[in-house]
């Protein structure tokens, strides 16, 4: 996926304008990135124009017809379109709130509220949803509100959710997902009962000031990602350190990349940090989490706190 985003190994810079003087040649002039309270307002009225004023193909979901592809396929309400039901009267919505510490370089702003709206086109199975945290079987179409297309799979794709674009999980994490995984008669293979759905996100739960390289995404830009959900591994341990990663969302905001308790020790020793899903070891002592943790035959988690000081001795580098 070339939107990937591994949050830990990459940080987003200013973008460096050139800037030439007839005296002394050029000097490069370092752009700051914009306030998320500015460009939250911006956004948030680019969106809600495209709500008011754009459609999906619904008839088609309620009534298939017999060559029916189950595309979603978003157009502007006007001409023979023009009585259309407008999205905004269709998508739901979820607010998450976004700080300055997410990107490299902002002014200090906390909990900045961002609205990100989802639409499930198709249900799948009931109850079976993947969280923020989990490994996710899916096929995906990513493109700007102007329908400029950057990126996609044709087919679907295991995607460990926390390492894409936090606005793109918690979207996914809305759809229902799928039972069965079947293989077509010319090798291709497709998912029964698939959630069909897509969202639309603002840029501060996408790419903000960034881009990824090569890509044709513009700064500040609000995302449209159409999705179908097939199978997720529920309780995913991306690190196998015996804790499901959404467990490691210590702070339960829905983004487990700014956990991370052994952050300053890794600094101090120079070393790439590891956020608490990817680290075997969350304290940094030595004693790998695992062997801190105590798992009975039925998967239930013990999490002993060897000197009562109300730290799990896996998240406790003194613990004696």
């Known amino acids: 996926m070339k939107t990937k985003q591994i949050f830990y190994l990459l940080s987003i810079i200013g973008v460096l304008v050139w800037s030439c003087k007839k005296d002394d040649g050029s000097d490069i002039v370092v752009v700051p990135p914009r306030l998320l309270t500015e460009v939250i307002t911006e956004n948030a009225d680019e969106i809600e124009d495209y709500l008011n004023t754009h459609f999906y193909n619904y008839e088609e979901f309620l009534n298939p017809p017999a060559d029916f592809d189950f595309k979603i396929k978003l157009d502007t309400i006007s001409g023979d379109n023009s009585g259309k039901i407008p999205l905004k009267q269709q998508m739901e919505s979820i607010v998450i709130n976004v700080s300055s510490s997410s990107f490299s370089g902002l002014e200090e702003e906390n909990d900045i509220a961002h609205k990100l709206y989802y639409l499930s086109v198709r249900d799948g199975i009931e109850g079976k949803s993947p969280t923020v945290a989990d490994s996710t079987l899916l096929r995906y179409e990513g493109s700007l509100l102007n329908g400029t297309v950057f990126d996609g799979t044709p087919t679907y794709q295991w995607q460990y959710l926390p390492f894409f674009l936090r606005g793109y999980a918690n979207g996914v994490s809305m759809f229902e997902a799928g039972d069965n995984v079947v293989v077509n008669n010319d090798g291709t293979s497709t998912v029964t009962n698939a959630g069909i759905g897509f969202m639309i996100i603002p840029s501060g739960l996408a790419y903000f000031n960034g881009s990824p390289t090569g890509s044709s995404i513009p700064q500040y830009s609000n995302l449209i990602f159409k999705v179908d959900i097939g199978l997720y591994v529920e309780d995913t341990d991306y690190d196998n350190d015996g804790i499901p990663s959404i467990m490691e ?54 999490f002993p706190d060897t000197d009562g000081d109300g730290i799990p001795d896996y998240l406790d580098r003194d613990n004696s």
């Open 249 to 302: 969302d210590l702070d339960g905001n829905g983004n487990l990349n700014n956990d991370n308790t052994d952050k300053e020790q890794e600094e101090d020793a120079f070393s790439v940090p590891f956020p608490n899903h990817t680290d075997s070891d969350d304290d940094n002592d030595g004693t790998p989490t695992r062997d801190e943790i105590i798992i009975d035959s039925n998967g239930n988690i013990t």
